[in-house]
């Protein structure tokens, strides 16, 4: 109290300081009206008594001065001139804050508050009025005019949760808004709240939707969140058009419901309880036995369909353009993530650009990955084809099959969808003649004379997966190492599962007894493969003798952006794909092991996987050569895993492929080549044709 | 070890005021009138050794404006303190102006003590 006190004693000489200044200055004006820095001074003298009267809570003093700030920034800015008539009003207007500051605020609204309100009016007049000779002055009233009419704003305000942290009270906002105009409406969404248990009593919850109806600019609204619109959506739109004389033409269109849920009356929940209690009016017309049931569920069902059409609208656009917006979007992304290298290395320099070089980058993503879904497409089209295949190609060998499809909705990239219908092609025929047998010899083995076919589609970690499954013969592994013996691939020691398929991807290998129509002839498994390789995919194949087999194709989302590790070696920078990566390590003790005819390899995990030293490979001067001293990346090779040696990990990023062979020609190893950040240029790492060029070399050794 | 909070306002109320309220909460308070004289107290401050935690900036004040005193501010030694600044609601472009000059936030006047003290709170840890 006594703190409140003494505050109010400073408050009042200063106030008595300033109003007597301000009375001189205003004389001293009165003589010379164009005197623009005089005017700025008692602009901020009383601009100063209010926010002083303000803090000591004097409301009667504060609204005087509230009034007089008014007039006098509309000085300021140009829009009313300096007359004698003015001069009177602000000199009276001073006279009343003089005599309020010589009372006792208890008594003063009884004893001052008419003189108060009265010089209040006295300047409102000021507000709006021009003086009617002068057509500049009016000119400047008319467009103030304009840009001040009544509209009805939108704010539609989310914050992040730890808002609060930075210091920002949205109570704040929502206070400053509510001086700029009147809420037409305000509705406080709760639905974040947690329970009481995880409860944050620092976090914020709610988020708001406001109409705000308001004379000033969309802009000013705009302005009151300018420290918050970076970190939070906010949306602030004039949705004037929408409301004629008051009323909100979109109602015309709603359930009523629907409008109580948007004004915040009744939550979605009440709403959905309360549909549930009640009878449809189909329900209620079948109970009347007006109609019939069969003919409510028919109409229904033709409504649904009726609007399915209606919701999935397209749009056809030529494919070049997408194909080009997506080569856009990939520079632009590169070029983002440039200068966004360049502010963070001055990180400390600028906080704000680099604030708006992240909210860049970000939206660059949201686009990149919008742009990447216009290029998507179900693949339902291609599994329905199959439905086809199945069928005829059964029939023609006699056997009955059917074909279960899941997962049609799954949407892959355009380019992949065109290009991985020959390889599921492939392995449907397969399936078709090799895995599935006659109706005899299904019978004999105590399976079901339909055989069956699954293909299934979905996205898991990232990637598309298609399976082909059937509940065939399976392979029979003996026969494979036989073969394989034959070729002359395999040459004796234990070998995993995969390690035996692998051997059915190798060019010519087929282990049918017999050439058909449909497959067998040579074209196998490894042109399967290859197809998908070049997808930057990846097959396996699961199989148990006597109960079926599967192949899983595992391809990337897209074919223009990868995720990358980039690692180093010597001075040049090489891109690893995330999607090969399966882990990175860095070696502790001598884990190397060298084996003759084998090579290097190292003991990971309980295992042995082989060794490529990537500067060996690509003959990359460095001085790392110790496997101690670099890093070691597990990557998912051919059905194996093989181990990667390189200087260092740099970083990961997501990386836009650029073809070499349009420019150069194809490098062993390489799949092609990016731009970093920091602008220089990375090859990307072909894991597969690594693989192959590693291993090759060394057999050849 | 109390943190200090430097106030840069022409109103000797206002000043008062956050003085009261800060020192309870356990601040050390510097006053200035304008901004040149609250870049005066950051030097002698400096001279002293000591630091200043915090600015509380008015934007509009005589000889050296708001505006003005926190593009000083951001120029030199001092860049690395935060700046609330003190708004009215009537100030939305201003408050632009600041944040663009560099401010960290602001605070509309007239304000209570606790929203003071807990935006203190804020940026000063």
Not at chain 1, 3 to 30: P, Q
Not at chain 1, 112 to 132: C, S, T
Not at chain 1, 542 to 548: A, D, N, P, Q, R
Not at chain 1, 572 to 596: D, G, H, Q, Y
Request: proline share 3%; aromatic share 8%.
């Amino acid at each position: 109290m006594n703190k409140k006190n003494s505050l109010y004693t400073i408050f009042l000489e200063e106030a008595a300081e300033l109003v007597s200044g301000l009375e001189n200055d205003l004389l001293v004006l009165e003589s010379n009206m164009s005197d623009r820095q005089l005017v700025d001074q008692i602009f901020r003298a009383v601009h100063t008594l209010k926010g002083s009267s303000g803090m000591v809570e004097y409301s009667l003093f504060t609204s005087l001065a509230h009034e007089f700030e008014n007039i006098l920034s509309r000085v300021r800015s140009g829009d009313l001139k300096i007359t004698g008539n003015l001069i009177t009003v602000f000199l009276n207007s001073t006279d009343v804050l003089k005599q309020l500051v010589s009372v006792d605020p208890k008594i003063s609204e009884r004893e001052l508050g008419p003189e108060v309100r009265v010089a209040v009016e006295n300047l409102k007049k000021f507000k709006g009025m021009q003086p009617e000779f002068d057509p500049v002055e009016q000119k400047t009233a008319g467009m103030a005019g304009e840009n001040f009419s009544e509209k009805h704003i939108q704010i539609t305000l989310k914050f992040k949760p730890d808002i609060f942290v930075s210091g920002t009270d949205p109570l704040m906002l929502l206070k400053e808004l509510s001086q700029m105009g009147e809420f037409v409406r305000i509705k406080c969404n709760p639905g974040a709240v947690p329970v009481l248990d995880s409860f944050k009593y620092e976090s914020l919850y709610l988020s708001w939707e406001l109409i705000l109806k308001t004379d000033f600019p969309v802009s000013s609204v705009e302005n009151v969140f300018v420290f918050v619109k970076e970190n939070n959506t906010i949306v602030v739109e004039d949705i004037s058009s929408k409301f004629v004389e008051g009323v909100d033409l979109r109602y015309a269109d709603k359930m009523l419901g629907e409008i109580l849920e948007e004004e915040g009356y009744v939550t979605e929940n009440d709403l959905k309880k309360i549909a549930e209690t009640q009878k449809r009016v189909g329900e209620i017309l079948v109970e009347n036995k007006n109609v019939d049931t069969s003919v409510v569920n028919r109409l229904l069902k033709s409504q649904q369909k009726s609007r399915d059409f209606q919701v999935s609208q397209t749009i056809r656009v030529d494919a070049y353009k997408l194909d080009r917006l997506v080569n856009l979007v990939g520079e632009l992304v590169i070029g983002i993530a440039r200068v966004n290298q360049i502010v963070t290395e001055n990180h400390y320099k600028n906080r704000e650009l680099n604030d708006a070089s992240e909210h860049l980058e970000r939206i660059s993503r949201y686009i990149q990955e919008q742009v990447m879904k216009t290029r998507m497409i179900p693949i339902e089209g291609t599994f329905r084809n199959f439905q086809r295949v199945v069928r005829d190609m059964a029939g023609e060998l006699s056997k009955r099959i059917k074909l279960f499809l899941a997962g049609s909705e799954t949407e892959l990239d355009k380019t992949l969808i065109e290009q991985i219908d020959a390889p599921l092609k492939h392995l449907i025929r397969n399936s078709i003649d090799h895995g599935i047998g006659s109706p005899e010899e299904r019978l004999s083995t105590g399976k079901p004379v339909e055989g069956s076919i699954w293909m299934r589609a979905y996205q898991q970690e990232g990637k598309i997966i298609i399976e082909v499954e059937d509940d065939g013969k399976g392979i029979d592994k003996k026969e494979v190492l036989k073969k394989a013996t034959e070729r002359g691939l395999y040459k004796g020691g234990d070998l995993s599962d995969k390690e035996i398929y692998n051997f059915l991807f190798t060019p010519g290998f087929s282990t049918a007894k017999s050439v058909t129509e449909f497959s067998g002839r040579g074209v196998g498994l490894d042109v399967v493969r290859k197809n998908i390789e070049n997808l930057r995919g990846s097959v396996e194949v699961f199989s148990e003798k006597g109960k079926g087999t599967l192949f899983r194709i595992k391809l990337p989302l897209t074919l223009a952006i990868i995720e990358g590790m980039q690692v180093s070696i010597g001075k040049e920078v090489i891109t690893v794909p995330l999607f090969s990566i399966i882990e990175a390590v860095r070696p502790e003790s001598n884990i190397v092991k060298t084996i003759e005819g084998k090579g290097e390899l190292i003991e990971f995990r309980g295992g042995f996987i082989p060794l490529i030293r990537l500067y060996e490979v690509f003959d990359f001067p460095t001085d790392v050569t110790d496997p101690l001293n670099g890093f070691i990346l597990i990557l998912d090779g051919h059905n194996r895993k093989i181990a990667l040696m390189v200087d260092d990990i740099i970083g990961q990023q997501q990386v836009v492929i650029k073809s070499l062979e349009k420019n150069h020609h194809q490098i062993p190893g390489i799949s092609g080549a990016t731009v970093l950040g920091d602008g220089r240029i990375s090859l990307i790492l072909d894991v597969y044709g690594l693989e192959k060029l590693a291993f090759g070399e060394k057999e050849k050794k | 070890m109390n943190k200090t909070i430097l106030i840069v306002d022409d109103s000797a109320t206002l000043r008062a005021s956050v003085n009261f309220v800060l020192t309870d909460a356990g601040y050390n308070v510097l006053q200035a009138k304008n901004g040149e004289e609250g870049l005066a107290k950051l030097l002698e401050n400096k001279r002293t050794g000591e630091k200043v935690d915090m600015i509380i900036s008015d934007i509009n004040m005589p000889v050296m404006d708001g505006i003005t005193f926190i593009k000083e501010v951001k120029k030199g030694d001092f860049r690395f303190i935060p700046i609330l600044i003190l708004t009215t609601e009537s100030e939305n472009s201003k408050k632009m102006e600041g944040k663009a000059a560099g401010a960290s936030g602001w605070l509309v006047k007239p304000f209570k003590p606790e929203q003071l003290v807990w935006v203190v709170k804020k940026f000063v840890r």
